[in-house]
């Protein structure tokens, strides 16, 4: 019987597999490949026309509008460079609300009348496509037979060619509308967004004497954490074909209790992958800059360095599938579910945030002067206010099914947001506020420049895991999105909130100088204020204590600890005048994106469901019974023997069986039942009916494992698919 055991067949095949062996070319000198495969600014000015060239990067560079009589000069400089790295094909790359890549493949060659065929590739087809948007999430903005949407060249995010050993695709960055103009993508809010935080931050520094500034951006450095499993162990389990996550699973005897996986010695075969890998992402110019163990035994995390908020998006975008396909080709399989295995710490895409540009670099770094240093506080300042504004949104953008796994355990930032600011800077704006304006606790300190403030500490402080939103001493960590999302959601409501607190900052300060009042005296007056009225949401102390969420609700911060309390926050009054005001979404838009976050969630869990319920009847409860089978017929035989037998076991069995077997009918009506006509009610049954039933067939069918025999478990374990890589 072992013999037809898929489990067993699995760890044999683990056994014998054998990781291929990835020659590089010695040859090669250090970082020679980077972005060899990108349309880059060098590879731009090598090829355009001067005047095109200058043309694109005052776009790039400045945020000028792009002129459109460059777009075929461009277009023929790409196609052909993009035809000497062999590519056939182009693709408009998007990103619709599923949260994953889009691509539409076309053909660079026409046939030409004579029997030949000729590369083309015109500027109108560069700047604009038309793919079918009757299949992507769209909220109610369209109708389902209404097919026509449309791609458009984000210039400011470089073409790449995209490597396959059959043939190579020139991908062109774009943003996905509605032929009415409507968002149906995260890249297009995101370009909004980011367009409008920096118009009132350049406001700001124009008050603090910068003139001239290039266009000021957000950048985004995130941090990506995922699980590798062998993919023998991974096909040996539909629940992560199918939903990314262990839907079944008794914990390990050895889990992460000694801490002795993070940041230890990298296993060799998973170093292959990643060698392998950031080979890859630096063809494309992606900066992969740190690789390490997490803590979670088969846990593993990468760090790029910051970019662009945009570009830095679209390269994660393409991490992921980029590790997808090397993964595969290594015999492993890479999970970014946020919580793969339950009972053991999940992951998380920590998102970077910080602002400037190439001029100022990050106006979060406090300066060298008396001048730079109040100009950092008053961006610091403009982040606390927005932190504790806006703190319901900064919780919807990580809204997800899976992502509820995760937030709040104890091991990723709680469901409540606050802002750290470490023991130095905190103390700073404690001053600040009771006017009591003495020094910094450091040693190392700087003055600001106003004779009321106190002087700047050089070291910001120390760090604070369980903060969703730490300020870490150049940037803020966003430590609450969870690995399988787009980082381009949190980052559009990071920037439209900071576009609302540095527009009320911008207009305050110019208000006051234009009255005749001391620019530095408003600066301080303006920085009382904020910490003042908005200080209620620093927090320096322990999120995963329980005194914690007690005293939140005293300071009025919101604890929404599911999707389905954050998923309102984006059609309150207040979100949609925000976000309408900033020309990042309309009140139409936003209920785009609450309708698809009930419908996500809904969709997510009844995949779920169906899976537990399957599992349960076709694998699970099978295996189970034919171990009380074998139980009750060896009892049998003793007794007929005249042997006493002890039916101790056959109890201790057939109790979790039975347990087994009524949670799945209750299971089995639940999926069955009416979850009502609306996305809410759909998701309300989700969430009150769905879960709690599959949370039973669970209990049952993991008290199961520890009791079958192990030749006769069907399913590939945790402590198998987590140590043996």
Same mark, same amino acid.
């Given at each position: 019987m072992s013999g037809n055991n898929v489990r067993l067949q699995a760890i044999s095949d683990v056994e014998a597999y054998v990781p291929p062996t990835v020659s590089f070319d010695h040859s090669e000198a250090p970082g020679e490949i980077f972005g060899e495969n990108v349309f880059s600014k060098v590879v731009m000015q090598k090829r355009l026309p001067k005047s095109v060239y200058k043309s694109v990067i005052a776009t790039i560079e400045h945020g000028e509008k792009l002129d459109p009589l460059v777009a075929d000069a461009v277009a023929s400089a790409m196609k052909d460079w993009a035809l000497e790295k062999g590519a056939t094909h182009y693709a408009h790359v998007f990103y619709p609300l599923t949260g994953l890549t889009a691509e539409k493949h076309d053909s660079f060659f026409e046939p030409n009348g004579d029997g030949t065929a000729l590369a083309e590739f015109a500027g109108k087809t560069l700047v604009q496509g038309e793919p079918d948007a009757s299949s992507f999430p769209n909220g109610g903005l369209r109708n389902?037979?209404?097919?026509?949407?449309?791609?458009?060249?984000?210039?400011?995010?470089?073409?790449?060619?995209?490597?396959?050993?059959?043939?190579?695709?020139?991908?062109?960055?774009?943003?996905?509308?509605?032929?009415?103009?409507?968002?149906?993508d995260h890249k297009t809010p995101l370009l909004r967004s980011q367009q409008a935080m920096g118009e009132h931050a350049t406001r700001i520094l124009e008050l603090f004497g910068h003139k001239d500034l290039n266009n000021v951006v957000a950048f985004c450095g995130p941090e990506q954490e995922y699980f590798l499993v062998d993919r023998h162990f991974f096909l040996a389990r539909p629940d992560l074909l199918n939903a990314g996550r262990?839907?079944?699973?008794?914990?390990?005897?050895?889990?992460?209790?000694?801490?002795?996986?993070?940041?230890?010695?990298?296993?060799?075969?998973?170093?292959?992958?990643?060698?392998?890998?950031?080979?890859?992402?630096?063809?494309? $110019?992606?900066?992969?800059?740190?690789?390490?163990?997490?803590?979670?035994? $088969?846990?593993?995390?990468?760090?790029?360095?910051?970019?662009?908020?945009?570009?830095?998006?679209?390269?994660?975008?393409?991490?992921?599938?980029?590790?997808?396909?090397?993964?595969?080709?290594?015999?492993?399989?890479?999970?970014?579910?946020?919580?793969?295995?339950?009972?053991?710490?999940?992951? $998380?895409?920590?998102?970077?945030f910080s602002l400037g540009n190439n001029e100022l670099g990050s106006l979060f770094v406090p300066g060298d002067n008396p001048h730079d240093n109040a100009q950092f506080l008053v961006f610091c300042a403009a982040t606390i206010r927005a932190v504790h504004k806006f703190g319901g949104l900064l919780r919807a953008s990580v809204a997800s099914a899976s992502n509820d796994h995760r937030l709040g355990?104890?091991?990723?930032?709680?469901?409540?947001?606050?802002?750290?600011?470490?023991?130095?800077?905190?103390?700073?704006?404690?001053?600040?506020?009771?006017?009591?304006?003495?020094?910094?606790?450091?040693?190392?300190?700087?003055?600001?420049?106003?004779?009321?403030?106190?002087?700047?500490?050089?070291?910001?402080?120390?760090?604070?895991?369980?903060?969703?939103?730490?300020?870490?001493?150049?940037?803020?960590?966003?430590?609450?999105? $969870?690995?399988?999302?787009?980082?381009?959601?949190?980052?559009?409501?990071?920037?439209?909130?900071?576009?609302?607190?540095?527009?009320y900052i911008a207009t305050k300060l110019e208000a006051s100088v234009a009255s005749g009042t001391d620019f530095d005296e408003a600066v301080q007056a303006l920085l009382t204020e904020i910490i003042t009225e908005h200080g209620a949401v620093v927090f320096n102390g322990d999120g995963y204590s329980d005194a914690w969420p007690i005293e939140a609700e005293k300071r009025g911060l919101k604890n929404l600890k599911t999707t389905l309390d954050a998923l309102p926050e984006l059609i309150t009054e207040e979100a949609m005048d925000l976000f309408e005001r900033y020309g990042v979404f309309n009140h139409r838009e936003m209920h785009s994106r609450y309708e698809i976050g009930l419908e996500q969630y809904a969709r997510t869990i009844?995949?779920?469901?169906?899976? @537990?319920?399957?599992?349960?009847? @076709?694998?699970?409860?099978?295996?189970?019974?034919?171990?009380? @089978?074998?139980?009750?017929?060896?009892?049998?035989?003793?007794?007929?023997?005249?042997?006493?037998?002890?039916?101790?076991?056959?109890?201790?069995?057939?109790?979790?069986?039975?347990?087994?077997?009524?949670?799945?009918?209750?299971?089995?009506?639940?999926?069955?039942?009416?979850?009502?006509?609306?996305?809410?009610?759909?998701?309300?049954?989700a969430q009150g009916v769905l879960l709690p039933a599959m949370s039973d067939v669970r209990a049952a069918a993991d008290a199961l494992e520890e009791i079958v025999a192990d030749d006769l478990w069907p399913l590939p374990t945790y402590q198998e698919m987590l140590f043996i890589l």
């Open positions: 389902t037979f209404e097919a026509r949407g449309y791609t458009g060249w984000d210039v400011t995010s470089p073409a790449y060619v995209l490597e396959n050993p059959n043939g190579n695709t020139l991908c062109i960055p774009t943003v996905f509308v509605s032929m009415t103009g409507e968002a149906l262990t839907l079944f699973g008794a914990k390990p005897p050895k889990g992460q209790e000694f801490d002795d996986h993070y940041f230890g010695a990298i296993p060799e075969r998973v170093l292959g992958f990643m060698m392998d890998t950031e080979r890859e992402l630096f063809k494309l $110019g992606i900066p992969a800059k740190t690789r390490h163990n997490e803590v979670a035994p $088969g846990q593993f995390e990468i760090a790029p360095m910051f970019e662009r908020g945009n570009v830095a998006s679209d390269h994660q975008q393409q991490l992921m599938t980029t590790f997808k396909s090397v993964a595969k080709k290594h015999g492993m399989e890479i999970l970014f579910h946020e919580k793969p295995f339950q009972g053991v710490n999940g992951s $998380g895409k920590h998102v970077n355990a104890n091991e990723a930032p709680p469901a409540i947001i606050s802002i750290f600011l470490g023991d130095q800077l905190a103390d700073i704006f404690d001053q600040i506020a009771t006017s009591s304006l003495s020094s910094s606790k450091s040693r190392g300190s700087m003055h600001i420049g106003v004779d009321t403030l106190p002087v700047l500490p050089t070291d910001p402080g120390d760090r604070n895991r369980t903060s969703p939103f730490a300020f870490t001493g150049n940037r803020f960590e966003f430590r609450a999105p $969870g690995s399988l999302q787009t980082v381009a959601a949190p980052m559009v409501t990071i920037n439209t909130i900071m576009a609302d607190s540095l527009d009844e995949v779920e469901a169906r899976l @537990t319920l399957e599992m349960g009847a @076709t694998i699970i409860l099978p295996a189970a019974v034919r171990y009380q @089978t074998e139980l009750a017929i060896n009892i049998g035989a003793l007794t007929a023997a005249g042997v006493d037998a002890d039916s101790t076991a056959l109890d201790e069995v057939s109790a979790p069986i039975g347990a087994l077997r009524s949670a799945l009918a209750t299971l089995r009506a639940a999926v069955a039942g009416d979850a009502g006509e609306t996305a809410l009610a759909e998701a309300e049954h």
